[in-house]
């Protein structure tokens, strides 16, 4: 357990819709990063939050939004849905954002959302 | 931007024999190589860190080094068990501040 949770486990949503995926981080955990899994490849970099600003995105659209709380609860958004959207989604808290210091981030079981 | 590969994609042993799950990648400059492990539908669990100082991470059974200059790491684990079936992915921090992935490594143990 790396008392990281995510909420809900599963959601179908049909394309066009919105939704919110939840994380709860460790407490005093002041990172959380957000990453998309499609079957079968490795998780890719949605973005990353510090202290309740964006401090990094990867090659995603702006319709991929994120939140961040002082209760290190956060919120990642996705507005009018994709069929290529269908994947697992993670997310991951650590104290600090950069890895120079040797520091791991701890992942949550992940939201699988199905679009159809 | 940091690219990371995993050969081979999946791997088949009989219980008992050792592991070598090999993890290459473009950028040297690399703050540090996590390995992780994913059973099927599940969220990551991290096995090892190796910092950029260092050479080689190890616990228990596992054991990870590294080589930046060959851009390689490469995970052994030994005397493997059924229970070691899983995902095994590789990922670096570069100085971007984000864990790129590898596809990973599906690893089937026989009993």
């Known amino acids: 357990e790396t008392g990281v949770t995510q909420s809900p486990t599963h959601l179908i949503k049909t394309r066009g819709q919105q939704v919110t995926l939840r994380c709860s981080s460790q407490?005093?955990?002041?990172?959380v990063s957000w990453y998309q899994q499609a079957l079968g490849q490795g998780p890719q970099f949605i973005f990353q939050y510090y202290r309740e600003e964006e401090n990094g995105r990867g090659n995603f659209p702006p319709r991929f939004s994120g939140l961040q709380f002082p209760n290190y609860s956060s919120e990642l958004n996705v507005n009018a849905l994709e069929l290529d959207d269908s994947a697992l989604y993670l997310c991951?808290?650590?104290?600090?954002?950069?890895?120079?210091?040797?520091?791991?981030?701890?992942f949550g079981p992940g939201t699988r959302l199905l679009v159809l | 931007k940091q690219e990371v590969t995993q050969i081979p994609a999946a791997l088949s042993v009989p219980e008992g024999e050792n592991l070598v799950l090999n993890c290459s990648f473009t950028d040297s400059a690399i703050y540090n190589l996590q390995w992780f492990r994913q059973d099927p539908g599940k969220g990551l669990t991290s096995l090892l860190l190796?910092?950029?100082?260092?050479r080689e991470q190890t616990s228990g059974r596992l054991n990870a080094s590294l080589d930046k200059s060959s851009g390689r790491s490469t995970l052994y684990i030994a005397a493997s068990q059924p229970g070691d079936s899983a995902t095994y992915l590789c990922a670096g921090i570069s100085n971007d501040y984000k864990l790129s992935f590898g596809a990973g490594t599906t690893v089937t143990v026989r009993a």
């Open positions: 407490s005093g955990h002041n990172t």
């Open positions: 190796i910092q950029s100082s260092q």
């Open positions: 991951a808290s650590s104290y600090e954002p950069s890895g120079r210091y040797g520091e791991t981030q701890y």
